[in-house]
DNA sequence: TTGTATGCGTTATCAA
DNA sequence: TTGATAACGCATACAA
């Protein structure tokens, strides 16, 4: 099966390659009515494509951007992946998705592959980790991309000078928390994501810093690390109540944990917002749906994955490399307001 | 910026640029080790990338395929595209996914871009639509790229005979009406998806042979299309429930549309599963969270993306253009086994 | 308004 | 073992 080429158009129409390539790019070039129609017509008989290898080779731009995600699986992630891939093809581009499966072996590779793809940039979705180890290695293999002048964005903060998309997430931590004070709660568990990504160092941060801005206990107890899915956060808030916690809320670092906290609670016969109030970030699609209906920050997820490609096809000029996205606490049904403070036994 | 081409390792370490590719592309060709170093060296030094445009020229292999999902940010698509993007990279290709945003429009459009790109494959993630006239531009669209020898595959039913890879929706819906029939429950109610969807309209088939085939009645009242979603399954169990029906259970046609019945069912006080028993089609990354856990079947979904590429990449053949995948039933916490059977008053 | 010819970076064929 | 060179399909500078 040859593929028909342009000189395959060109003969047929008995003009020449030329002629046809002004056609086909739709150049402002002047071309007689009856010839244009003429080679249309030959180009619509014969099928014909323009190959994308040789356009890509002749005029050196791909017109590809990648996406590095951990898990397309997770809402978090394929909402970034929406927002990438509709705006990728909205500006002309196609975008490459890499699934890393959260290792950060893979997602090394995958910068490679990206590169030897020839994009134009090259999106992170995912947090750097706080260990010096990977992420020394990481910072190489970024540095050394971005010396060969393709762009790359991170979407989540990876302590380095790389252009950032995302949201402020120590003052996200705090405003959550915030909420959660404003509205009668004092004693407050915290349960985590992995304690070694960058983000959730963040998150946990704010937490602790509107608890101290207003001289609360910030108790190490009630802390607990896991991983951003909900059968961690099942056994994580397990954890938690296996201590008999005094508290009246509990701050989810993603609506994933929340998702299994709330299944925990219900198995356990603690009412949600009366027994116990629960708050997270994210408001993922089907956080209006669980029960009770989550009380969320809700993340720009895909306006971040929007905003980085405009940023890569240059329609968007970014300011000292970094991009802050606002948020909004999406106030729904499980978060009770306690008139009367509980103190600590 | 310039990129190193071949030539600039080449010229750096005093060889033709033949050995320089013989070298990157580890050809079973004899070189002296000392050579081999010498340029594996520079190219070292040098950063070299080879061009993928100009591979792909040379040797009309894009080692890229393409996935058309409806909505990457729904579980049961984002499912498909992780399947899609690990075994691609595992088998040394790229996967470009397009996001359709469920516009049948777009979908046709994709397919040209993908066409374009000159992708080995394309694999479209959702069913065929039952009115005639999409239909037949799909077919056109489609046959024509066959005819430039670039495989299909689609993983839901279209009505013809582009090669499929999914599962016996008839069959399941059968299967899944039966599990309720054997655990006792006679009057059934049937919340489906767009009822334009031929997958939809397979399943609802299923549920009907079920009932006919135990010669329990089928009560059209009790059967609601509506569409995949959490947020129109919470309205379609609203006016189902308008109906006042006796039911003993729903048979919910996928795990989002139960997500949404689940939470309307919670917000009336009826119980699930002691009042109403609930089942789905599914199983998606969450549904073992809901409260109560949901008793589905579950698709293979990621077996259905994994095969699709080994199928495109020709690691595996296809026989009579169609490829159907076991699914199972997952019991959990959502069906109740009646003893007496409830009769209709 | 149309055509000719060059080069993009590779791989692969042939020659040395 | 290694090197020279043609061809892949196209866009474009230049010529007509």
Request: proline share 5%.
């Amino acid at each position: 099966v040859k593929r028909v080429s342009i000189f395959d158009v060109a003969e047929k129409a008995n003009v020449s390659i030329a002629t046809v390539s002004r056609i086909v790019n739709n150049a402002d070039y002047p071309i007689s009515v009856k010839l244009r129609k003429r080679v249309q017509k030959v180009i619509e008989e014969l099928n014909y494509v323009p190959n994308r290898s040789a356009q890509q080779l002749r005029t050196s731009s791909s017109r590809a951007i990648g996406l590095v995600v951990r898990d397309i699986a997770d809402p978090y992630f394929s909402q970034i992946a929406k927002g990438v891939t509709e705006t990728a093809m909205e500006l002309g581009h196609m975008a490459l998705v890499c699934n890393s499966e959260r290792n950060a072996r893979f997602e090394y590779n995958y910068l490679d592959l990206l590169l030897h793809q020839g994009v134009e940039g090259i999106i992170i979705a995912g947090g750097g980790y706080a260990d010096g180890n990977s992420s020394v290695e990481f910072q190489n293999k970024v540095a050394k991309i971005r010396k060969q002048g393709i762009q790359i964005i991170v979407l989540a903060p990876h302590g380095t000078d790389i252009p950032l998309v995302s949201v402020d997430n120590v003052k996200l931590g705090e405003d959550v928390c915030s909420f959660l004070i404003e509205r009668g709660h004092r004693n407050i568990a915290y349960i985590g994501g992995d304690p070694n990504v960058l983000t959730d160092r963040d998150r946990l941060r704010g937490f602790k810093n509107a608890l101290v801005n207003q001289s609360l206990p910030y108790n190490e107890d009630y802390v607990i690390p896991g991983s951003y899915t909900a059968a961690v956060g099942y056994k994580t808030c397990e954890a938690l109540f296996s201590k008999k916690p005094n508290i009246s809320a509990i701050f989810c670092s993603n609506d994933n944990i929340a998702v299994g906290v709330l299944r925990f609670l219900h198995e356990k016969g603690i009412l949600v917002p009366d027994d116990i109030s629960i708050i997270s970030i994210g408001d993922l699609p089907d956080s209006d749906h669980s029960i009770p209906p989550l009380t969320t920050a809700r993340l720009p997820l895909f306006e971040l994955g929007r905003q980085s490609v405009h940023i890569i096809c240059g329609e968007k000029m970014m300011q000292d490399q970094i991009l802050l996205l606002p948020y909004m606490i999406v106030e729904r049904k499980s978060v009770k307001t306690i008139r009367e403070p509980v103190h600590i036994s």
